[in-house]
């Protein structure tokens, strides 16, 4: 095994941007980079249905969406769709997050994430996300979200 190989992978900076370039970028730059582009189409209690066209941004070497961005999304839609629900003040925090990739997603293809509740209760939230081509419907991805949701103190 070439760990000098592993080491530079990890080390690499693709785009010839230094560490004090990133470190001076405006502080929470990461949530618009990856929502930048994004419509919401639907809101209702216990669905967000929203839908962006595929940006440059966030592709990957193959040139297909960015697991990283499409987990970054599941995130971001998967905690709006708590905000639909009754008495619930807060997103909460991220206990765990899946994804399966079942297909890609190019530059240009227009998707459909859409985030449904599936349980909202007093300290724990889960919630499903669910990418789609939006031209044909195929599922790109799945998504589960679970959330710790900050219980306030009696005392």
């Given at each position: ?41 639907l809101?209702?209690r ?19 969406l ?26 909460g ?8 990739y ?10 459909e ?27 790109i ?14 005392l």
């Open positions: 095994m070439d760990f000098e190989l592993v080491k530079s992978f990890l080390e690499k900076s693709s785009s010839g941007v230094s560490s004090e370039d990133i470190d001076s970028m405006p502080f929470r730059f990461f949530e618009p980079m990856i929502m930048s582009g994004l419509k919401v189409d809101i209702e216990g669905r967000v249905l929203c839908s962006m066209k595929v940006p440059p941004r966030l592709l990957n070497v193959g040139n297909s960015h697991g990283g961005a499409t987990a970054a999304l599941v995130d971001v839609v998967g905690s709006s769709v708590i905000m639909t629900m009754d008495s619930v003040a807060t997103t925090v991220s206990v765990e997050i899946n994804v399966s079942l297909d890609a997603a190019f530059v240009g293809d227009e998707i994430i859409e985030a449904k509740a599936l349980r909202v209760g007093k300290a724990v939230a889960v919630v499903s996300v669910e990418f789609r081509k939006k031209k044909t419907g195929k599922i991805a799945q998504g589960r979200h679970t959330k710790y949701l900050a219980v306030s103190s009696k």
